[in-house]
């Protein structure tokens, strides 16, 4: 079945819709939400990115995925964070980070930071190559990994919306 995207203007405004698949997507400006989890002691919880995606094995946000044509950037944090890690969240203690356009990837990217209080083995590994895990980094030693290894980040952790979900991370 089709996953139809909103298409988006500068301003996040919808201007009209695309297939997820479709090959001309890459010029359009789509919606995207990322959710990073942290832990009282200030360890960043990443995930690897799975065989089967772009970007596989690099380490990303918690959660992320594309907003679906007519759901909120709010409804998808908690349909993806479902799908990719398997736990329900209360959107209460979600931090909304803001909404930041990407135009070098063109996505409207909207950051999320969620306060973990489980165990790493408690979030579910997403079937069929989509996840490849979860890791714990302490923020301090991720900081520092962006800086002597980028490459071992996708886009998204390098990025200015990742420098904002860090920092965050870093005031609480």
Same mark, same amino acid.
């Given at each position: 079945?089709?996953?139809?995207?909103?298409? $988006? /203007?500068?301003?996040?405004?919808?201007? *009209?819709?695309?297939?997820?698949?479709?090959?001309?997507?890459?010029?359009?400006?789509?919606?995207?939400?990322?959710?990073?989890?942290?832990?009282?002691?200030?360890? $960043?919880?990443?995930?690897?990115?799975? +065989? &089967?995606?772009? /970007?596989?094995?690099?380490?990303? %946000?918690? &959660?992320?995925?594309?907003? =679906?044509? *007519?759901?909120?950037?709010?409804?998808? +944090? $908690?349909?993806?964070?479902?799908?990719?890690?398997?736990?329900?969240?209360?959107?209460?203690?979600?931090?909304?980070?803001? +909404?930041?356009? !990407?135009?070098?990837? /063109?996505?409207?990217?909207?950051?999320?930071?969620?306060?973990?209080?489980?165990?790493?083995?408690?979030?579910?590994?997403?079937?069929?190559? =989509?996840?490849?895990?979860? $890791? %714990?980094?302490?923020?301090?030693?991720?900081?520092?990994?962006?800086?002597?290894?980028?490459?071992?980040?996708?886009?998204?952790?390098?990025?200015?919306?990742?420098?904002?979900?860090?920092?965050?991370? !870093?005031? +609480?």
């Amino acid at each position: 079945m089709a996953e139809i995207l909103d298409v $988006v /203007n500068e301003n996040d405004e919808v201007i *009209g819709k695309i297939d997820r698949d479709d090959p001309d997507k890459e010029r359009h400006i789509v919606r995207v939400v990322f959710v990073g989890f942290y832990t009282s002691d200030k360890r $960043v919880i990443l995930q690897r990115r799975g +065989v &089967v995606k772009r /970007n596989a094995g690099k380490l990303t %946000a918690t &959660v992320s995925g594309h907003v =679906e044509s *007519g759901a909120t950037y709010d409804e998808t +944090v $908690v349909k993806e964070t479902f799908e990719e890690a398997g736990i329900r969240i209360e959107l209460s203690r979600v931090a909304n980070l803001g +909404v930041m356009l !990407d135009s070098d990837i /063109n996505v409207m990217r909207a950051v999320y930071a969620y306060p973990f209080d489980g165990d790493l083995d408690d979030l579910k590994i997403e079937e069929g190559g =989509e996840g490849g895990g979860f $890791v %714990a980094m302490p923020l301090e030693d991720l900081m520092n990994e962006r800086v002597v290894h980028p490459d071992r980040f996708t886009g998204f952790m390098n990025s200015a919306a990742g420098d904002l979900l860090l920092r965050h991370i !870093d005031s +609480v």
